[in-house]
């Protein structure tokens, strides 16, 4: 697992490392890199200070029942003729390091408990990279005003695409996996239910 993040960071950087240089190559000029540098800021690192602070709402708000998180029948058949089955291991997991929970692996099966924070844990990712999807894109509206059209094609429009992709993937991932979480923690519930009732008797 260790060499598949070292690739995906390494491709990521390498294609943000890439778009520079060509920007750089056909305009050397100071300004392309502060431009740059303003694109950067705008598309991705604005990108972590919304997500941080969606991060913020009440956990109420990650309810998995809610119609906001539900995950469509069609989903599930698009995610896997994109092949979704032999890279969802493969791509880097960072809720360990950013909420403390990690969504890789499923510790406690057998714990309602966790497996419904699993759920939570599950529908924030899932918000937090759609509306960094949305905002890449709406970004531009932002850039629109204040930076040179010619680097609208150059910066902004191959950054997006980068942020938008790694956003994308881990978005199908977590869509992808949750059906299968909500019906584990179904079972286990039922299950907890069941075994209180016997008890009771």
Same mark, same amino acid.
């Given at each position: 697992?260790?060499?598949?993040?070292?690739?995906?960071?390494?491709?990521?950087?390498?294609?943000?490392?890439?778009?520079?240089?060509?920007?750089?190559?056909?305009? %050397?000029?100071?300004?392309?890199?502060?431009?740059?540098?303003?694109?950067?800021?705008?598309?991705?690192?604005?990108?972590?200070?919304?997500?941080? =602070?969606?991060?913020?709402?009440?956990?109420?708000?990650?309810?998995?029942?809610?119609?906001?998180?539900?995950?469509?029948?069609?989903?599930?058949?698009?995610?896997?003729?994109?092949?979704?089955?032999?890279?969802?291991?493969?791509?880097?997991?960072?809720?360990?390091? =950013?909420?403390?929970?990690?969504?890789?692996?499923?510790?406690?099966?057998?714990?309602?408990?966790?497996?419904?924070?699993?759920?939570?844990?599950?529908?924030?990712?899932?918000?937090?990279?759609?509306? *960094?999807?949305?905002?890449?894109?709406? *970004?531009?509206?932002?850039?629109?005003?204040?930076? %040179?059209?010619?680097?609208?094609?150059?910066?902004?429009?191959?950054?997006?695409?980068?942020?938008?992709?790694?956003?994308?993937? *881990?978005?199908?991932?977590?869509?992808?996996?949750?059906?299968?979480?909500?019906?584990?923690?179904?079972?286990?519930?039922?299950?907890?239910?069941?075994?209180?009732?016997?008890?009771?008797?």
């Amino acid at each position: 697992m260790r060499k598949y993040n070292i690739i995906y960071w390494s491709l990521i950087g390498f294609c943000i490392i890439l778009i520079l240089s060509l920007n750089m190559i056909f305009c %050397p000029t100071v300004s392309t890199l502060l431009w740059f540098l303003l694109a950067f800021g705008v598309v991705v690192v604005a990108t972590f200070l919304i997500a941080f =602070l969606a991060s913020l709402l009440p956990i109420k708000f990650y309810d998995p029942d809610k119609k906001i998180f539900h995950v469509f029948k069609f989903e599930k058949k698009l995610y896997e003729k994109l092949g979704i089955k032999k890279w969802k291991d493969k791509i880097p997991e960072l809720g360990k390091q =950013l909420s403390g929970f990690d969504k890789h692996t499923i510790a406690e099966p057998d714990n309602p408990e966790y497996v419904h924070k699993f759920l939570v844990e599950n529908c924030k990712g899932d918000f937090l990279h759609a509306i *960094s999807i949305v905002y890449s894109i709406l *970004s531009l509206f932002i850039l629109l005003f204040i930076m %040179p059209y010619p680097f609208i094609l150059t910066m902004w429009l191959p950054i997006a695409f980068v942020a938008i992709f790694i956003h994308s993937l *881990s978005y199908m991932i977590l869509r992808y996996t949750r059906p299968k979480l909500m019906v584990l923690h179904k079972r286990l519930t039922r299950n907890k239910q069941e075994e209180n009732i016997y008890e009771n008797k």
